[in-house]
């Protein structure tokens, strides 16, 4: 099966990101059938938010490897690379792993009961 990007609109933000053959992918993988309904960006701050956390705390950078803005749930203290999901997933893929990929995919899960329910 071939994946193409696909713009999708933001329902918090209302505005249009790219859900991307990469992470159609992702989800397909995951058995996830529903389509992501906030972008990134929403997709942290609502993570942050239900979990009772300060959303100040997130911070918005530059992804390290294609310079989009994404949103972070933490403070980067600058000694390691930030990128936005697409690339550290692309990342993962290609080896590397850890905490955050773990997240990443519980924050797929997540929003796809918010999606369900
Ligand atoms: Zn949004
Ligand atoms: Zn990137």
Known sequence: MVFQ???????????????????QEFFSAKGLVNEPKRCPNCRILMRVQ??????????EVACAECGSPTRVPFQPKGYRPVYCSY????????????????????SADEEQKLAAG
């Open 5 to 23: 990007d696909k713009d999708l609109t933001c329902r918090d933000c209302s505005k249009t990101f790219v859900f991307s053959g990469g992470e």
């Open 50 to 59: 239900r979990s009772g956390e300060d959303p100040n705390r997130t911070a």
């Open 87 to 106: 690339c550290f997933r692309t990342k993962k893929l290609e080896g590397q792993g850890g905490k955050e990929a773990a997240e990443l995919e519980h």
